[in-house]
T-cell receptor, first 116, second 114 residues
Framework: AQTVTQSQPEMSVQEAETVTLSCTYD???????LFWYKQPPSRQMILVIR??????QNATENRFSVNFQKAAKSFSLKISDSQLGDAAMYFC?????????????FGTGTRLTIIP | EPEVTQTPSHQVTQMGQEVILRCVPI?????FYWYRQILGQKVEFLVS????????KSEIFDDQFSVERPDGSNFTLKIRSTKLEDSAMYFC????????????FGEGSRLTVL
C-alpha cells in the first residue's frame, strides 16, 4: 500500500517570502500522480498543483512549483512571494495510474501560517 | 459554478439516527468518491464508485455505510446508525476525463453526531 508522509505539521513564512513544504511517499509503482491540495478555513479541498511521475520536468503553477525527485520519492511544494491568502492546510496526495485504483492517499498535512 | 455540489453543508444528528449526504456533479463525471476528515486529522478514503457499483472501499466503510446513485445524477452516502465517531467532514469527489483526469472535490458536508 502507498503511504504519504508530511513531516512538518506547521510552517510559517513572512509575507512575500518563499517557503517549501516537504512530502515523501512510498510506492512500488513506477507510474502515478502526485498532488498538492490546499484546504483553507472553509475546509474545501482545492487542487494547487499536479505532477505526473513519468514527466521529468517539475510542474509549476504561477507562484507554486514542485521539486519532484522520483528516485528519492520526494515531492516538495515551493510557494514563492507568499501571500496572506496562502494561509491554509496543505495536503500532499498520491494517486495510482492504474485503472480501478484512482483513490487519493493523503498525507497528514502541513498548516501554513503567513506572517504579515 | 462548482464541479461538485454537496448537501447539506452541515447536519447535526442524534446518535443512532440515519443520515444521507448528497453529492451532485455537473459535468460528465464517471468516477465518484467519498472521503472523510475527522477534525484535525488527515483526509481518509471511504469508497469509490464507478459504473453504478462500488469499485473499491476502505476498512472504514463497514456495513453501516452505503452509497448509491439512484437517479443517475445524485450520488449519496448513507450512514444507517450514526455513532459519535462518525462526526467528521465528508467530502464527495468526482473524476472528470477518465481515470487519468482531474479530481474535483465538493465543499464538504460537516456531520455532527450528538
Amino acid at each position: 500500500a502507498q503511504t504519504v508522509t508530511q513531516s512538518q505539521p506547521e510552517m510559517s513564512v513572512q509575507e512575500a517570502e518563499t517557503v517549501t513544504l516537504s512530502c515523501t511517499y512510498d510506492t512500488s509503482e513506477s507510474d502515478y500522480y502526485l498532488f498538492w491540495y490546499k484546504q483553507p478555513p472553509s475546509r474545501q479541498m482545492i487542487l494547487v498543483i499536479r505532477q505526473e511521475a513519468y514527466k521529468q520536468q517539475n510542474a509549476t503553477e504561477n507562484r507554486f512549483s514542485v521539486n519532484f525527485q522520483k528516485a528519492a520519492k520526494s515531492f516538495s511544494l515551493k510557494i514563492s512571494d507568499s501571500q496572506l491568502g496562502d494561509a491554509a492546510m496543505y495536503f500532499c496526495a498520491y494517486r495510482s495510474s492504474n485503472f480501478g485504483n484512482e483513490k487519493l492517499t493523503f498525507g497528514t498535512g502541513t498548516r501554513l501560517t503567513i506572517i504579515p | 459554478e462548482p464541479e461538485v455540489t454537496q448537501t447539506p453543508s452541515h447536519q447535526v444528528t442524534q446518535m443512532g439516527q440515519e443520515v444521507i449526504l448528497r453529492c451532485v456533479p455537473i459535468s460528465n463525471h464517471l468516477y465518484f468518491y467519498w472521503y472523510r476528515q475527522i477534525l484535525g486529522q488527515k483526509v481518509e478514503f471511504l469508497v469509490s464508485f464507478y459504473n453504478n457499483e462500488i469499485s473499491e472501499k476502505s476498512e472504514i466503510f463497514d456495513d453501516q455505510f452505503s452509497v448509491e446513485r439512484p437517479d443517475g445524477s445524485n450520488f449519496t452516502l448513507k450512514i444507517r446508525s450514526t455513532k459519535l465517531e462518525d462526526s467528521a467532514m465528508y467530502f464527495c469527489a468526482a473524476l472528470r476525463g477518465g481515470h487519468t483526469g482531474e479530481l474535483f472535490f465538493g465543499e464538504g458536508s460537516r456531520l455532527t453526531v450528538l
